[in-house]
């Protein structure tokens, strides 16, 4: 796994750099605003799947820096990756040991699942941002899912701006018959990750998916047929309310978690077993990535002691402890990861790292 981090006028840090010494599990640990969840932030940026905090590379250039960053990650079999952003570029580049590489080669070296405290309330929150978590986890596992999301998403504003300026009939039903095709491919995507993940999830919590096209597919509807069936909604539903484009779809998708062991939803467990929930989904999705890729794969947890009791955190650690990857995490004190084994902690304040 990493041995070597390196961070470059990267947010608060002007140059960081932590040598692991073979540890599995890395605490970072100090006061607010010390830069923790920004060393998280960097390795994210050595990713395929974009930023821990979702920020623009712009935006963590340091303030009063060469408007530049850099992050570089050596692995234990001596491959260096590293991603770099300059503010007069569009977008980061990436090197594998020097040599200039796409973005998305980074994912055949190391994947990442990663969790922050935005996450802790996410069974209770908007739809859209359990949609956008879920896809990010199938992303993980299906590497080409991000650029099929995106696709939708262009689709369903094409079609929009061709029904509001009143577009020849032929050119509609060509982009329906794309957006259909695209449609289906990301509800599949996501059917196959959630039938992959609740068999890692065990016995104590099992995922479920809605949605108009998931639960089609999800009942052994052939991906031709619920295509044909879409496209043909598509076709009758073109009236636009309140000058609005109103129609169903994988962008209008939800999933949810359910807590066997009590039989309800996590969505009404209590905050703390909602974090647990969040936790073992996490990890099984580790595991799950570990069983099917081939690299391996870096876990980062932002505040993971977080509304946690010690019986819940003792459970944690000793599934860290257990599962075969790399764990990063934050907290504010180093006694909130008391009973943690083959770990090496990290002391951060004013954008500066220690080993203590």
């Known amino acids: 796994m990493i041995q070597t981090l390196t961070i470059c006028d990267f947010r608060n840090h002007e140059c960081s750099r932590i040598k692991i010494d073979s540890a599995k599990n890395i605490v970072l640990y100090g006061p607010n605003g010390g830069g923790k969840t920004s060393v998280l932030e960097a390795l994210s940026a050595i990713s395929a799947s974009g930023s821990l905090r979702g920020a623009a590379p712009p935006d963590i250039v340091r303030i009063g820096g060469a408007g530049q960053f850099g992050v570089t990650v050596v692995l234990q079999n001596d491959t260096e990756l590293s991603v770099s952003f300059e503010l007069t570029d569009a977008k980061r580049r990436a090197r594998i040991d020097s040599d200039a590489a796409p973005i998305s080669d980074l994912s055949r070296h190391i994947r990442m699942v990663w969790i922050t405290p935005r996450e802790d309330r996410l069974f209770v929150d908007s739809a859209s941002d359990r949609r956008a978590f879920f896809d990010r986890l199938v992303s993980g596992f299906d590497t080409a899912h991000t650029g099929r999301v995106i696709r939708l998403s262009k689709l369903l504003s094409e079609r929009a701006f061709a029904l509001k300026s009143g577009a020849n009939p032929g050119w509609l039903a060509a982009l329906e018959r794309q957006l259909s095709d695209t449609a289906i491919s990301v509800a599949a995507a996501r059917v196959k990750y959630a039938g992959e993940i609740n068999y890692f ?79 073992r989904l996490v990890l099984s999705h580790a595991k799950l990535l570990r069983a099917r890729a081939s690299a391996p794969v870096l876990i980062l947890l932002d505040e993971v002691a977080a509304h946690l009791d010690k019986e819940a955190r003792a459970a944690l650690f000793a599934e860290l402890d257990a599962i075969e990857s790399q764990v990063w995490m934050t907290g504010l004190e180093r006694e909130s990861f008391n009973g943690i084994s083959n770990s090496k902690f990290i002391y951060c304040e004013n954008g500066c790292v220690y080993d203590k």
Not at 207 to 224: D, F, H, P, Q, R
Not at 225 to 238: P, Q
Not at 260 to 276: D, E, F, I, R, Y
């Open 201 to 279: 999830l065990g016995d104590d919590y099992s995922i479920t998916i809605s949605g108009m096209l998931e639960e089609k597919l999800a009942n052994a509807i052939s991906a031709a047929d619920a295509g044909s069936e879409y496209l043909e909604y598509l076709s009758k539903n073109r009236e636009l309310i309140g000058d609005k484009m109103s129609i169903d779809g994988p962008h209008r998708a939800d999933f949810g978690m359910i807590n066997n062991v009590l039989a309800m939803p996590v969505a009404m467990t209590s905050t703390g077993q909602q974090k647990s929930a969040l936790m």
